[in-house]
């Protein structure tokens, strides 16, 4: 174990997301669990297309105010706030403000 920060973990762009960037904070893929910090990109958009899957996922944000979109309703989420996806859920997130958003990523199977 050891202290990580954060500005020194690899960004990487995500894949089937535009303006979407993420650092891996925890791999605990072979448990079913990812966790990432993300920064979405003002206009970003992800996944295109929307999708569903077995995973749920928590979204909290750090900084901005998201747009997730789940089966169709649209719900803004502000700084301070999280929201579950529970599995089976179509969903997509979108950055519609200004300025880029940052938000803790949790996925699990």
Known sequence: MRIKKISELPMEDVAGH????ARSLMDL????????M?????????????HAHADGHLFLVLEGTL???????????????CMEVPPHKRHQLRGTGESDITVLAVKWS
């Open 18 to 21: 535009q303006g979407f960037e």
């Open 29 to 36: 893929s072979e448990k079913g669990v990812t966790v990432r």
């Open 38 to 50: 993300l920064s979405i990109r003002p206009g970003g958009i992800g996944p295109v297309p929307a």
């Open 67 to 81: 747009e997730l979109e789940i089966d169709g309703q649209i719900h803004k989420i502000p700084k301070g706030s």
